[in-house]
Nanobody
Framework: QVQVVESGGGLVLPGGSLRLSCAASGFTFSSYAMNWYRQAPGKERELVATSGITVTTNYLASVKGRFFITRDNTKNTVHLQMNSLKSEDTAVYYC???????WGQGTLVTVSS
């Protein structure tokens, strides 16, 4: 069964950092690109970061230089390191396998003082 499970969300002060993790199972992880999306209250879901099969990465313009996506193919995990967090980063963050149309349940990130 193809599955991804997110973890690591929580409440953080503006300017703080969080590291999200996504544990994948049921498919050959190293052969698939992985995405992180987010959905803020009242807004559409948006693509935040992509980790390609090779070392390629792509980022939403508003998070470039603050967020970093990495993957560990030995542990079937993908991480999203989020630094210099802003209130506008508050959202539910989802892990996604685009070519398998697989989504996790999401993890809530709240940036607030």
């Amino acid at each position: 069964q193809v599955q991804v499970v997110e973890s690591g969300g929580g409440l953080v002060l503006p300017g703080g950092s969080l590291r999200l993790s996504c544990a994948a199972s049921g498919f050959t992880f190293s052969s698939y690109a992985m995405n992180w999306y987010r959905q803020a209250p009242g807004k559409e879901r948006e693509l935040v970061a992509t980790s390609g099969i090779t070392v390629t990465t792509n980022y939403l313009a508003s998070v470039k230089g603050r967020f970093f996506i990495t993957r560990d193919n030995t542990k079937n995990t993908v991480h999203l390191q989020m630094n210099s967090l802003k209130s506008e980063d508050t959202a539910v963050y989802y892990c996604n396998v685009p070519t398998l149309d697989t989504w996790g349940q999401g993890t809530l990130v709240t940036v607030s003082s």
